[in-house]
């Protein structure tokens, strides 16, 4: 598995061997002795799929409490992903990366604990599938507002406006988020 930095530290895209011939393709998406060597050693509790419509805007998602690390991937369309440091003693504190991940390039991105989540499906549909190393919380999920100008983030919407639940939609400024230590 080829390991690419991000502008985050401790945020990885996973770039796994795929291996293709005349009936598709198969590729390891997770090993317990692979990844534990990368320094992901946490143990996942939960696996989601979310699947969106074109523009549908999901995040950006974290909880204050049972803070989540993500194994995330795209099994189907492509997606433009997006974490935002919010670990207010990181050098990086605020700042985020994004990435566009597809069906076809079968990477993962690993989000560790202590950071917001979020993306924008790209295509019609887009299925994204994460491992989470706590329990979904309720009581202690926040959302980032995705479109706070501190952030700057540039979602490809191309003249369309995103679709956003009401949660999305009321997400709060990073000024005013709760954010980690």
Same mark, same amino acid.
């Given at each position: #598995?080829?390991?690419?930095?991000?502008?985050? +530290?401790?945020?990885?895209?996973?770039? +796994?061997?795929?291996?293709?011939?005349?009936?598709?393709?198969?590729?390891?998406?997770?090993?317990?002795?692979?990844? *534990?060597?990368? %320094?992901?050693?946490?143990?996942?509790?939960?696996?989601?799929?979310?699947?969106?419509?074109?523009?549908?805007?999901?995040?950006?998602?974290?909880?204050?409490?049972?803070?989540?690390?993500?194994?995330?991937? &795209? &099994?189907? %369309?492509?997606?433009?992903?997006?974490?935002?440091?919010?670990?207010?003693?990181? @050098?990086?504190?605020?700042?985020?990366?994004?990435?566009? #991940?597809?069906?076809?390039?079968?990477?993962?991105?690993? &989000? @560790? @604990?202590?950071? *917001?989540?979020?993306?924008? *499906?790209?295509?019609?549909?887009?299925?994204?599938?994460?491992?989470?190393?706590?329990?979904?919380? @309720?009581?202690?999920?926040?959302?980032?507002?995705?479109?706070? +100008?501190?952030?700057?983030?540039?979602?490809?919407?191309?003249? *369309?406006? +995103?679709?956003?639940?009401?949660?999305?939609?009321? %997400?709060?400024?990073?000024?005013?988020?709760?954010?980690?230590?």
């Amino acid at each position: #598995m080829q390991v690419c930095p991000t502008a985050l +530290p401790g945020v990885l895209l996973l770039e +796994p061997r795929v291996f293709r011939d005349t009936r598709g393709q198969f590729s390891e998406t997770w090993n317990a002795a692979a990844f *534990a060597a990368l %320094g992901i050693a946490a143990p996942f509790v939960q696996e989601n799929h979310s699947r969106s419509h074109r523009n549908v805007l999901r995040g950006l998602h974290y909880q204050i409490e049972h803070a989540q690390g993500k194994l995330v991937r &795209v &099994v189907r %369309g492509a997606v433009h992903d997006v974490v935002v440091d919010l670990r207010r003693s990181s @050098p990086h504190f605020g700042r985020h990366c994004a990435t566009r #991940m597809t069906e076809d390039d079968a990477r993962l991105l690993w &989000v @560790p @604990p202590g950071f *917001a989540h979020g993306f924008l *499906a790209l295509t019609e549909p887009a299925d994204v599938v994460y491992l989470v190393t706590d329990v979904y919380a @309720p009581q202690h999920e926040r959302t980032l507002l995705w479109n706070d +100008p501190a952030l700057a983030i540039d979602w490809p919407l191309r003249g *369309a406006a +995103p679709v956003l639940s009401d949660k999305d939609a009321a %997400g709060v400024p990073l000024a005013q988020a709760e954010t980690y230590p």
